[in-house]
């Protein structure tokens, strides 16, 4: 039914490699566009393009002159937006319209979502609360503070202040990262646990398809707001089952979304949950692969078929798929300290392992890793599907035992390992 059809994937980010292996598989040929030329996602592609995803009327010129059935972005931030923009113009099958994507991105307007449905989110505050502060020389402002772009990506323009005059200096470099130059301040919860859910909606029904125990970096290294690792299922899972879940899938029923993929991160608070950041997309990385391995349900080939058909099919999930049959599913990001990389060992080996399904390398030999503590310290992306925490662990030992990224001076970048008594 499918084969012959056009598929153009917004992003050729490692993360859509499963997108085109999925459409491929279905008969479908892919287009894939990005402004980059040696995107992971166009070497896999039948045609490979140079237009930036924010061209949106570019784009949809080629599609009409070239015949596209369907458009398509799963993971990306920043194809979010245009992905909408495009399918309306093309009138092609979409996920959700320009309120709910406007919804699903913004930091504000989703905590005011969350807000009208009784979902617990982080205590905020205005800017102008903290500018009559400095006036009044009295606040009810309770610092730390996470001062962020409103509708920034990968930690950048963040900031966690301690005092008035560092989260004003703050307020200034986080409105020069945001295309509205607005910005979000927030109560900062030291040593909360980071959590995240995704879902995907089906027919106007939302399905829990995953629940995520996010670790970071260490503070000391400048990476404590930086992911180091993600586990799932999460050890949080049943209480959020019990207190939160019903919570959020009212609000995604509620705002009239029809199909489409949803993740939310957020922190644990005692017996709940207090989200903070959305995105109306799957959550990035290779968890839809593993998924798959683990539970038979194809994620990625619901979204492809939806995307030049209108229709998905949710007929295969079910509500234990969340507990992935007794697997773990872990993204293992090794972070990097600053410098220019000499020599990579241990790479062939890891991905030798029999339980390490894919090895997503962002830098290479001869590279250079900036002096930024954001998303651009990490060297990788490696994913495991385990039968066990136990088993999971020993795998994470192995891979750090393994892996080494040396400089010119025969040093080690890696910083930040994961610390298995976590997990």
């Known amino acids: 039914m499918l084969t012959g059809k056009k598929l153009l994937v917004l992003g050729g980010a490692s993360q859509h490699c499963k997108v085109v292996e999925a459409a491929h598989e279905l008969g479908l040929k892919v287009f894939v566009t990005d402004y980059?030329?040696?995107?992971?996602?166009?070497?896999?592609?039948?045609?490979?393009?140079?237009?930036?995803?924010?061209?949106?009327?570019?784009?949809?010129?080629?599609c009409r002159e070239?015949?596209?059935?369907?458009?398509?972005?799963?993971?990306?931030?920043?194809?979010?937006?245009?992905?909408?923009?495009i399918c309306e113009k093309l009138s092609?099958?979409?996920?959700?319209?320009?309120?709910?994507?406007?919804?699903?991105?913004?930091?504000?307007?989703?905590?005011?979502?969350?807000?009208?449905?009784?979902?617990?989110?982080?205590?905020?505050?205005?800017?102008?609360?903290?500018?009559?502060?400095?006036?009044?020389?009295?606040?009810?402002?309770?610092?730390?503070?996470?001062?962020?772009?409103?509708?920034?990506?990968?930690?950048?323009?963040?900031?966690?202040?301690?005092?008035?005059?560092?989260?004003?200096?703050?307020?200034?470099?986080?409105?020069?990262?945001?295309?509205?130059?607005?910005?979000?301040?927030?109560k900062y919860m030291e040593n909360a646990e980071d959590f995240a859910a995704a879902y995907i909606i089906v027919d106007g029904k939302a399905h829990l398809i995953r629940t995520c125990d996010r670790y970071t970096g260490q503070e000391e290294e400048g990476l404590n707001r930086i992911a180091i690792a993600a586990a799932n299922p999460s050890k949080h899972t049943q209480m959020y089952l019990q207190n939160v879940n019903n919570?959020?899938?009212?609000?995604?029923?509620?705002?009239?979304?029809?199909?489409?993929?949803?993740?939310?991160?957020?922190?644990?608070?005692?017996?709940?949950?207090?989200?903070?950041?959305?995105?109306?997309?799957?959550?990035?990385?290779?968890?839809?692969r593993l998924f798959k391995l683990a539970t038979g349900i194809d994620l990625i080939k619901?979204?492809?078929?939806?995307?030049?058909?209108?229709?998905?099919?949710?007929?295969?999930?079910?509500?234990?798929?969340?507990?992935?049959?007794?697997?773990?599913i872990l993204h293992l990001d090794p972070t990097l300290h600053p410098g220019k990389i000499a020599q990579i060992i241990g790479k062939e080996k890891i991905e030798q392992h029999e339980k390490v399904v894919s090895f997503f390398e962002r830098y290479e030999e001869g590279e250079t890793v900036p002096n930024r503590n954001d998303v651009s310290r990490r060297y990788a992306e490696i994913c495991i599907l385990s039968e066990s925490k136990d088993e999971e662990k020993e795998i994470v030992k192995f891979i750090q035992k393994e892996l080494h990224v040396l400089d010119e001076e025969g040093n080690d970048l890696i910083c930040s390992p994961l610390s298995t008594e976590v997990l």
């Not at 040696?38 to 010129?61: E, F, G, Q, R």
């Not at 015949?67 to 992905?83: E, F, H, M, R």
């Not at 320009?98 to 009208?116: G, H, I, P, R, V």
């Not at 962020?148 to 963040?158: A, H, L, N, V, Y």
């Open 92 to 186: 092609v099958p979409r996920y959700g319209n320009a309120e709910q994507f406007f919804q699903l991105t913004n930091k504000q307007a989703f905590k005011e979502m969350c807000s009208k449905y009784g979902v617990d989110t982080i205590t905020t505050y205005t800017v102008e609360a903290l500018k009559d502060a400095k006036i009044t020389e009295s606040s009810q402002i309770e610092f730390p503070v996470m001062i962020k772009p409103e509708d920034s990506r990968g930690s950048r323009g963040q900031s966690v202040c301690y005092g008035l005059e560092e989260a004003l200096k703050a307020v200034e470099y986080a409105a020069k990262e945001s295309s509205t130059g607005r910005v979000i301040i927030e």
């Open 247 to 288: 919570k959020v899938i009212s609000m995604l029923e509620g705002m009239g979304i029809e199909n489409g993929p949803v993740f939310m991160q957020g922190i644990i608070d005692c017996d709940t949950v207090r989200f903070y950041d959305p995105g109306f997309r799957f959550s990035g990385g290779e968890y839809e």
């Open 302 to 328: 619901m979204l492809v078929t939806f995307a030049v058909t209108g229709k998905m099919d949710g007929s295969s999930l079910k509500a234990d798929s969340i507990l992935l049959g007794g697997k773990r």
């Open 36 to 62: 980059l030329n040696n995107s992971p996602a166009k070497k896999m592609a039948d045609v490979s393009l140079m237009y930036d995803v924010k061209d949106v009327d570019t784009i949809v010129d080629y």
């Open 66 to 85: 070239e015949k596209i059935d369907g458009v398509i972005n799963t993971s990306l931030d920043a194809c979010q937006i245009p992905y909408q923009k």
